[in-house]
């Protein structure tokens, strides 16, 4: 029984040691390094600058330096080989291409529904008879289509991107549309704020023009009356403004 048990394998294996290695104050030395392995280190990023050679970074530094990229632009991970191009891999050999290129989003909803289509008709085969033969075509069917369909959804990337920077740029649009709309609509408040201040002053002018000597001698007596009328002009108007764009 101990034996088995030391036979299984974890399904999530550890990670590797060096990732302790990958402290901050690990980082901040990496990065002095890099700085003064650098001629000119005006207006770089921390991320263009050089990087030191290998063999003169002490050994806890050493797994902060990047790797070089592939030199023939291909790599393996998971035991497959991978390109670093961003060229999509064609259909293998023995599956039909069922759209044209470029694909649209009728081609994407036309492919799903044949894929629950197939995947019904399957159910029903397997349903029907479960030792039958016949569901290997059906089972083609549905491989050849999730190929498709997977390759059309990398293919159609592209278009989604490109909607969706259009969308974020309509509304960015649209959103200083709006903040323009209130600023003028604003202005415009203000604007009828200012024509109502201008118009009692207008009328507290002739008021006071209308009044005889008595009004002429109490204005003369001091700026007492006048100051308290400003005070209470100024109140009004503040008054009117927290009432009107309500702040």
């Not at 970074?57 to 670093?84: A, C, H, M, Q, V």
């Not at 994407?108 to 569901?135: C, G, K, M, Q």
């Not at 990337?157 to 649009?173: G, K, S, T, Y």
Request: glycine fraction near 6%; charge should be negative; hydrophobic fraction near 30%.
């Amino acid at each position: 029984m101990a034996e088995q048990q030391q036979s299984i394998s974890v399904a999530f294996p550890a990670p590797p040691p060096f990732y302790k290695d990958f402290t901050e104050e690990n980082v901040a030395s990496y990065t002095e390094l890099q700085a003064a392995a650098s001629t000119d280190t005006t207006n770089i990023q921390s991320s263009q600058l050089p990087h030191p050679s290998i063999l003169d970074l002490p050994p806890e530094l050493r797994y902060l330096r990047p790797p070089s990229p592939p030199p023939n632009g291909k790599y393996r991970s998971f035991g497959e080989s991978l390109s670093l191009s961003a060229s999509l891999p064609p259909l293998p050999p023995e599956t039909p291409s069922l759209y044209p290129s470029p694909p649209t989003s009728q081609h994407l909803v036309r492919l799903t529904r044949s894929l629950l289509l197939n995947f019904l008709e399957l159910l029903h085969i397997l349903a029907t008879d479960p030792s039958a033969t016949e569901y290997g075509p059906k089972w083609d069917d549905l491989r050849d289509l999730l190929r498709n369909a997977h390759r059309a959804v990398n293919e159609y990337r592209p278009h989604q991107a490109r909607e969706a920077l259009i969308l974020l740029m309509e509304e960015q649009v649209e959103r200083g549309k709006r903040e323009k709309r209130g600023i003028e609509e604003l202005k415009a408040k203000v604007d009828e704020v200012l024509a109502g201040m201008e118009e009692g002053l207008k009328r507290e002018g002739e008021a006071d023009g209308v009044g005889g000597g008595a009004d002429a001698e109490a204005r003369r007596s001091g700026h007492q009356s006048t100051d308290y009328k400003k005070i209470e002009a100024e109140k009004r108007t503040w008054e009117f403004l927290r009432e009107d764009l309500g702040s």
